[in-house]
């Protein structure tokens, strides 16, 4: 069974500064996706990540994914407040279509 | 830029009624997905959906739960009795399709709060 881990849970930064939260999963798994979710609202989807070494940065959000080891990290360069929102990841099961498994999403909270 | 609409938004009912939630994917999307997520709590997977029947559902989606696409633009979620545990966001979710599978990204909507009391 897939499981999928972030840490850390919770995220308290100062803008400015970098961090980096990790995702990691159990089985093989041919796709990855961060979301970004703000209080009582819907998944906006941040990232794709479909093979080993996949990179992609949008802004200060750069994803990676390395599928030998199994995980994922969310890097957040200089951070600002409007960045402050709950971060998941999830993971596709090889094979399984598109049935994703979340993580316990990171709670960031940037303060000025 | 096309987008999966759900209906309603926030939905009070009492315990034991039947509510059905309603969404409307994206039109030329083949995947069609019910997930769940309880207040401060992970997003949670119920149920998959292509070709007129169900291809997954998880441990959550029992026998009180349904769903079904009763035209070519509607997938409903029904709960036939509802109980207080299933006070949640759910949210419905569509993906296209090429070569016949899943190509697996997923477009969320901006979905539906149940509150049972």
């Known amino acids: 069974e897939l499981k999928v881990e972030q840490n850390p849970l919770f995220l308290s930064m100062q803008e400015g500064k970098n961090y980096t939260i990790y995702c990691n999963y159990s089985?093989?798994?041919?796709?990855l996706y961060w979301y970004r979710q703000d209080p009582g609202k819907s998944l906006e989807s941040l990232f794709v990540l479909l093979s080993n070494g996949a990179v992609k940065q949008e802004g200060r959000l750069m994803a990676s994914l390395d599928t030998k080891a199994r995980l994922s990290t969310l890097h957040i360069t200089a951070a600002v407040h409007d960045l402050s929102a709950t971060y998941f990841c999830a993971v596709v099961e090889y094979n399984q279509g598109g049935k994703l498994i979340f993580g316990q999403g990171t709670e960031l909270s940037v303060k000025p | 830029e096309p987008e999966v609409t759900q209906t309603p938004s926030h939905q009070v009912t009492q315990m034991g009624q039947e509510v059905i939630l309603r969404c409307v994917p994206i039109?030329?999307?083949?995947?069609f997905y019910w997930y769940r997520q309880i207040l401060g709590q992970k997003v949670e997977f119920l149920v998959s959906?292509?070709?007129?029947?169900?291809?997954?559902k998880s441990e959550i989606f029992d026998d009180q739960f349904s769903v079904e696409r009763p035209d070519g633009s509607n997938f409903t979620l029904k709960i036939r009795s509802t109980k207080l545990e299933d006070s949640a966001m759910y949210f419905c979710?569509?993906?296209?399709?090429?070569?016949?599978?899943?190509?697996?990204?997923?477009?969320f909507g901006e979905g539906s709060r149940l509150t049972v009391l």
């Open positions: 089985t093989t798994s041919d796709r």
């Open positions: 979710a569509s993906s296209g399709a090429s070569g016949g599978r899943d190509t697996g990204e997923l477009f």
């Open positions: 039109s030329n999307h083949l995947y």
């Open positions: 959906f292509y070709n007129n029947e169900i291809s997954e």
